[in-house]
């Protein structure tokens, strides 16, 4: 697949893509929270680099055998991307899929890259065999909600606080159907 004549692939990631991922992470905190998330938050997740590289590693080695997963995007091979799922986290809705993190690098939004993995990630859960899937977002969060929105994501009504360091941020939660069609 090409994009703006760049080399774009979506894969699973691997524990030597941590590092990548966490950067991309933090960066895409930091620019997409400015706003939403405390200042002295988003000031401060740079300090947590090698924390928040250690857990994505985790998360790489133990996302098959929980049965989640983690992809990432590359342009021309740089990680810039990364999206994460598997069934959801919510009490009583474990036979939901859902994308537990989807975040791109804002040195390449509007590239592509976060429709790119949407796309795997929706079709890695519906080969799961989820018939729908949820994600929660800050309500405060306008650009991803638009994005979330055109890629067929419906708000359904649930409401959740979110805390960070001290402070409560709304989050709502997003539903869509998965089809079928496709499974392996």
């Known amino acids: 697949m090409t994009n703006s004549a760049m080399a774009m692939v979506v894969r699973p990631a691997k524990v030597a893509d941590a590092g990548s991922i966490a950067t991309s992470h933090i960066r895409s905190w930091q620019s997409g929270y400015a706003g939403v998330v405390s200042g002295e938050v988003l000031q401060g997740l740079g300090s947590k680099l090698v924390e928040r590289t250690l857990r994505w590693q985790a998360n790489i080695l133990g996302a098959e055998t929980e049965g989640h997963f983690v992809l990432v995007c590359e342009l021309d091979g740089e990680v810039v991307g990364i999206l994460a799922g598997g069934p959801c986290r919510d009490a009583g809705h474990e036979a939901l899929g859902e994308v537990h993190a989807c975040y791109v690098d804002p040195d390449h939004w509007r590239k592509g890259v976060a429709s790119a993995l949407m796309d795997a990630g929706i079709e890695r859960l519906t080969k799961a065999g989820h018939?729908?899937?949820?994600l929660w977002v800050l309500a405060d969060n306008a650009r991803a909600r638009s994005f979330y929105e055109r890629h067929s994501w419906i708000a359904d009504g649930a409401e959740k606080m979110?805390?960070?360091?001290?402070?409560?941020y709304l989050e709502l939660r997003y539903r869509r159907p998965l089809s079928q069609g496709s499974v392996a």
């Open 131 to 134: 018939t729908e899937a949820v």
């Open 162 to 168: 979110y805390e960070l360091e001290g402070d409560r």
